[in-house]
């Protein structure tokens, strides 16, 4: 189960309303590569991929692949508004490892390939 907060659903709806674009949804999944093996990917998309599933979230849908549930399972997803900037902010209770530059994870299970990291 992955966790969206109201905060950052609300984020994402502003975000969906401004493309225009009524076929939009979130996609949240990860990719290999990275300081320790995996780098999150989130945005918005409008295609649909064999495999995917649909999560919906307050009425926003959210689209994951099916090899990516496992990763994120049980991922906390928040929006932080600080002052005049602000940002998503994930927390993955699968993470047994994070590269220095933030945006780079390892999961017990799957080491991924590491590359050097740039810190």
Known sequence: MIDISATAIE??????????????????????????????????DDER???????????????????????LDGLQVDYQDSGMSGGFTIDNPNAVA????????????DAGKAEKCDD
């Open 98 to 109: 994070t590269c220095g530059c933030g945006s780079s994870f390892r999961t017990r299970s």
């Open 49 to 71: 991929g064999e495999g995917d599933h649909e999560l919906s979230y307050d009425g926003l849908p959210v689209i994951v692949a099916e090899a990516d549930l496992r990763i």
């Open 11 to 44: 984020k994402v709806k502003e975000m969906l309303e401004e493309q225009g674009n009524p076929k939009l949804f979130l996609r949240l999944g990860v990719q290999e590569g990275g300081c320790s093996g995996f780098t999150y990917q989130m945005g918005l």
